[in-house]
């Protein structure tokens, strides 16, 4: 059992200058001018920052336990799912971020951070204990806070002996987001993205035609699909840079709420794509994230700080501006990268690097990515659907109706879409409708990839329960996969109870799926002598 809550056994504090072992007090633990309050009842173990008189990098905890041999482990992701999810024996130096869940003999326990922390946390879980480390840094220095805050609330529960893994996990994520704190589309998501089959060239005349294709697919359908607008609209598009300004767009979308209009004529509901953190606005360097390594080095573009109160109103603008066009979905993306220099799948325990800060050094990396998020959600209405893409779950709960749980599927090549994909729906399917609606992306539908391969994946998106998007490339457009979208789009329109992945403990690529309808083996066979793309 994970005797997780009860006060740590060991905590040290992380500092530039050094580390320290700290000694416990009554109520928690302190060294060097540093307090760590630890509150523990039966609901959890809340730690809070009372004090600290250096700038403060980690706080490490370590609880002291016998983990059994033989116990598999499955970790969650910082942002989005790599193809890289996964249950595995213990492996000690295992960055796992968030929560994870362990599980021998037909039960399961599950350890985690309860969303909206004030740190970026991981575990880490060997045969002796498990240790969790709360990175409180203002991007790669020591925070220097200005009062008390808390660190985060760790939660854990086990499992029903009628409660399998699935089950259990859906629960236990249940506990980390409670109701009070989530937010959920109140209709299925669903509909077109032209990104995989246009990556970047299109114009208005082109979405109309897709939205006319995504209004002819659900012809009678109450609940009605979106038309997702993705990268290429912005006025600074090409040459490697996609950022903005974006208040205004290029020669081929001449007027952003026309083309708005002119979708909800057709019948469909219209969306649009934004990289907010990223611009080529002659803004002050007092807005910038100036001492890092610039992300976008060479194509002109510079990164918004958060932390800067004035950036938050601008980003707030920006989504008020999307909204004022006419558009019902906004869809953001890169954040992640932008505000810490790292895809997830590169951040492992460092992260971002060291050396580097935010403006406001009293705020942690948490704390600034939060209040990008809730900028987002302040320049539009309660109705208007956020969709977060390279986001982080545990801090986009209660702000995003949805978020991208995985990394991009593909329009070209199979294989990329089989390990990313069919991986991130299976794994974050825990979450789904819980932390949001989770997003395993979209069907890249083009003649380019096998339409026997694209129809199963279609039909487990459709049935699972989750936001189910597609790229339909127009020669991909016949009376055969017409069919199917119409299929498909009549079941993904509707609630559903999330599927499952009834083989998920034994490969990263679930072929077994229980739906509502039952059980469903799909083949995920290779396009055999393709490229591969990952």
């Not at 403006?359 to 998020?373: E, L, N, P």
């Not at 119409?486 to 083989?503: C, G, I, M, T």
């Amino acid at each position: 059992m994970l005797d997780i809550l009860r006060t740590p056994d060991r905590v040290r504090f992380e500092y530039e200058d050094g580390k320290a072992v700290a000694d416990k007090i009554r109520g928690g633990f302190a060294a060097c001018g540093t307090e760590l309050a630890v509150k523990t009842d039966e609901n959890g173990v809340e730690f809070v920052l009372k004090a600290t008189q250096k700038p403060l990098k980690r706080i490490v905890a370590r609880w002291a336990m016998k983990v059994e041999n033989g116990s598999r482990v499955l970790g969650d992701a910082w942002e989005r799912g790599y193809g890289d999810l996964e249950w595995r024996g213990i492996v000690p130096e295992r960055v796992l971020p968030w929560d994870f869940l362990i599980a021998k003999d037909g039960r399961t326990e599950g350890a985690g951070v309860q969303v909206r922390p004030n740190a970026l946390c991981f575990w880490q879980a060997d045969f002796s204990g498990v240790t969790l480390i709360m990175d409180v840094r203002c991007g790669g220095v020591g925070v220097e806070p200005k009062e008390a805050f808390s660190v985060c609330t760790v939660k854990y529960a086990k499992s029903n002996e009628d409660e399998n893994a699935f089950a259990f996990g859906r629960r236990f994520m249940g506990l980390l987001c409670p109701e009070k704190l989530r937010r959920i589309p109140k209709e299925p998501v669903y509909g077109g993205n032209n990104w995989y089959y246009a990556y970047g060239h299109s114009s208005t005349e082109d979405i109309l035609s897709d939205a006319a294709r995504m209004a002819e697919c659900a012809e009678g359908l109450s609940n009605r699909p979106f038309m997702v607008i993705d990268d290429g609209w912005e006025i600074e598009h090409g040459n490697g840079y996609n950022g903005g300004p974006w208040d205004r767009s290029n020669a081929d979308y001449p007027d952003m709420a026309a083309l708005a209009q002119g979708i909800k004529d057709l019948g469909v509901k219209p969306g649009l794509w934004v990289r907010p953190l990223l611009t080529r606005l002659p803004v002050s360097e007092d807005w910038l994230i100036i001492n890092r390594p610039n992300v976008m080095a060479g194509k002109g573009g510079r990164i918004l700080d958060p932390s800067v109160p004035e950036v938050l109103d601008y980003i707030t603008e920006i989504f008020r501006t999307c909204e004022g066009w006419g558009y019902q979905l906004i869809k953001q993306d890169f954040s992640t990268y932008d505000l810490l220099g790292y895809w997830g799948k590169e951040m492992g325990g460092r992260i971002t690097e060291d050396g580097w800060s935010f403006h406001d050094r009293s705020k942690t990396s948490a704390m600034v990515i939060k209040d990008a998020y809730d900028a987002m959600r302040a320049g539009v209405k309660d109705e208007t659907i956020l969709i977060g893409c390279n986001t982080v779950l545990h801090l986009a709960a209660g702000v995003f109706d949805a978020s991208r749980t995985g990394d991009d599927t593909s329009g070209r090549v199979w294989e990329r879409t089989r390990f990313m994909g069919i991986n991130t729906l299976a794994f974050r399917m825990l979450q789904h409708n819980i932390f949001g609606a989770s997003d395993a992306d979209c069907v890249g539908l083009t003649t380019k990839v096998p339409w026997e391969l694209n129809r199963q994946w279609l039909s487990v998106l459709a049935k699972s329960g989750t936001p189910l998007f597609v790229s339909l490339a127009p020669d991909a457009y016949n009376e055969e996969t017409k069919k199917a979208l119409k299929e498909a789009f009549a079941v993904a329109s509707k609630n559903r109870e999330a599927s499952e992945p009834l083989d998920w403990t034994e490969t990263t690529c679930p072929c077994v799926w229980k739906h509502e309808e039952g059980v469903e083996e799909y083949g995920w066979d290779d396009a055999f002598g393709s490229e591969r793309e990952y």
